[in-house]
């Protein structure tokens, strides 16, 4: 059984940033992509961008193209998510999790970690 574990989050101020990673424990683990997304109140989970396993190609949201960069340890099974130039708005808590191919839905991801809370006060 494999497992994510969130780490990094936390309080930010804006412009701020803010690198999460996320491990995978467990039996080996090869997902064909890993996503990031995201959850703030009272709101539907919003991805946030992806990253392709094998090779490392990346997509992202145009809410935060050209701030947010992920990259993936493949030795360690660790995706990082680095966040910089954070605004208020991205507020939220933030999951990742591993699909079966290319993505943006979360529907489609089939493990999930718990999460890690990121605040960006203004």
């Known amino acids: 059984q494999v497992q994510l574990v969130e780490s990094g989050g936390g309080l930010v101020q804006a412009g701020g940033s803010l690198r999460l990673s996320c491990a995978a424990s467990?039996?080996?683990?090869?997902?064909?992509?890993m996503g990031w997304f995201r959850q703030a109140p009272g709101k539907e989970r919003e991805f946030v961008g992806r990253i392709r396993w094998s090779g490392g190609s990346t997509y992202y949201a145009d809410s935060v193209k050209g701030r947010f960069t992920i990259s993936r340890d493949n030795a360690k099974n660790t995706v990082y998510l680095q966040m910089n130039s954070l605004k208020p708005e991205d507020t939220a808590v933030y999951y990742c999790?591993?699909?079966?191919?290319?993505?943006?839905?979360?529907?489609?991801?089939?493990?999930w970690g718990q999460g890690t809370q990121v605040t960006v006060s203004s």
């Open positions: 467990g039996r080996t683990f090869s997902p064909y992509a």
């Open positions: 999790a591993a699909a079966r191919g290319l993505s943006v839905s979360p529907s489609t991801y089939y493990i």
